[in-house]
C-alpha cells in the first residue's frame, strides 16, 4: 500500500498500484509503484504497519485503520484501532446510558466473548455428535447395541467440549482468551501444539458405516 502527501497530509491511500500523471498530464503506468524511490517524485510513499491486524474479528465490536505521515522516516504508518467486546454478558444500552428493552419490555443483553465461544463450542458439538446420531437413533428404536468405537468417540467429543468451556470460563483476561485461539508454534512458524478451542478429536479408524 502507498499514500500521497500534499502539505504534510495523506490525500489518498493506494490499495492497488494505478495509472498516474504528472503535472503536465504525463501518464505513469502501475508498473511505476514497484520504484518506490520513483514514486517519491509524486509524493507518494509506503504504507508501513504499527502493529498487527487483529485476526479474531469476533472478539471486537469495532475494528478500523488509521493513518499518519512520519516525515522524519518519509513513510505513511498505518495503525489498527480495534474495540474489544466484554468478556462477560452486560446490559445494552442506548447512547443516553439507559437500559434498551425489547418489544416484550425485558432487557436486551449484549453477549460477551466468554458465552460467544462457548456457543461456538456447543455448536461444533451438535454437529459431530448429529454424525452418529443414527446408531442412537436405533438403540431406541431396536435395542441394538451401540459401536463401541461409536460410544468412545461421542464421549470424547463430549469430554473436549467440556474442556474447552471450562478453560473459557477461566480465562480472566482478554489476553487470555486470544492464547485460547492461538496455536503453540515452534521457532519455525511450524505449528507444535494447536489451539486449545476447536481442537476436537478426529473420527477413529474402525468406525462403523
Known sequence: ?????????????????????DANGTQYPKSIFQNNKRLEDFYI????????KPIFNELYTS??????????DKKIERTYNAVAKSLDDTNAKDEDGKD?????????????IKNLLKNKVREIQSSLLANTDKWIIRKADTDDAVPSTVSSYRKDIRDSATTMETAITNA???DAIISLLTPETNK?????????LYNFPKEPDGMPS
Not at 500500500?1 to 500523471?21: A, C, L, Q
Not at 510513499?45 to 498487527?52: C, E, G, L, P
Not at 434498551?100 to 460477551?112: A, C, E, L, S, Y
Open 63 to 72: 475494528t478500523s485503520e488509521s493513518y499518519t505521515w512520519n516525515e522524519k
Open 172 to 174: 480472566k483476561t482478554f
Open 1 to 21: 500500500m502507498w499514500g500521497k502527501i500534499e502539505n504534510k497530509k495523506i490525500t489518498k491511500i493506494y490499495r492497488y498500484p494505478e495509472i498516474i500523471k
Open 45 to 52: 510513499y509506503s504504507v508501513i504497519d504499527k502493529n498487527t
Open 188 to 196: 519455525d512458524g511450524t505449528i507444535k501444539a494447536p489451539a486449545t
Open 100 to 112: 434498551v428493552k425489547d418489544m416484550f419490555g425485558k432487557q436486551v443483553i449484549n453477549i460477551g
